[in-house]
């Protein structure tokens, strides 16, 4: 019942079939892609949370690339 846990669990397969370190990022970006397309569709459907997660969205990149 935990949706982290079940969205990690979905990108196993994906991140098996991998052959190279190549293609393994190139399937960890499509990935993400989807996931983060899917997420704002869904949250535009549900008007009052969408800014919520739009902010947490923006607050993830952010995160994201100050770290590197």
Known sequence: NNPTFVMV????PTLA????????LGMGVSVIFVL???S???SM???RSFWTVLL???L???????SK
Request: charged residues 0%; aromatic residues 6%; contains cysteine.
């Open 56 to 58: 947490a969205v923006i």
């Open 36 to 38: 983060l397309c899917s």
């Open 9 to 12: 669990l979905g990108m196993c």
């Open 60 to 66: 993830i990149l952010l995160g994201w690339l100050l």
């Open 17 to 24: 079939v991998t052959t190279s370190a190549f293609n393994g």
């Open 45 to 47: 459907l549900i008007p």
């Open 40 to 42: 704002l569709l869904v």
